[in-house]
């Protein structure tokens, strides 16, 4: 079974940024995309972004493209979501997602998820 955990969440000033990361243990890591979804308070849960297995090829919402980055660092087994240029927005809990489907925006694709990690933007 992989296991995923976010780091990184806190509050930030609307316009700076912050870069979450996600470990990943117990699995075939570099084998699969890695997904970024988020939920704000009161909202269902949305899609972000997602990065292939090998870290070259990307997708965002347009909500968030051109701010957000996805990368990955496969011999750390570990994936990061780095955001720029803030909006309150953004406020939401942020969770990694992966499994041998992963890569679109249904989240009926991701088999693995993180526990989450706040992320609050005030105005």
């Known amino acids: 079974q992989v296991e995923l955990v976010e780091s990184g969440g806190g509050l930030v000033h609307a316009g700076d940024s912050l870069t979450l990361s996600c470990a990943a243990s117990?699995?075939?890591?570099?084998?699969?995309?890695m997904g970024w979804f988020r939920q704000p308070p009161g909202k269902e849960r949305e899609f972000v972004g997602a990065?292939?297995?090998?870290?070259?090829?990307?997708h965002y919402a347009d909500s968030v493209e051109g701010r957000f980055t996805i990368s990955r660092d496969n011999a750390k087994n570990t994936a990061y979501l780095q955001m720029n240029d803030t909006k309150p927005e953004d406020t939401a809990v942020y969770y990694c997602?992966?499994?041998?489907?992963?890569?679109?925006?249904?989240?009926?694709?991701?088999?693995?998820w993180g526990q989450g990690a706040q992320v609050t933007v005030s105005s």
């Open positions: 117990g699995g075939a890591f570099s084998s699969y995309a």
């Open positions: 997602a992966s499994g041998p489907f992963a890569y679109g925006r249904s989240q009926s694709n991701y088999d693995y």
């Open positions: 990065i292939g297995w090998n870290g070259l090829s990307a």
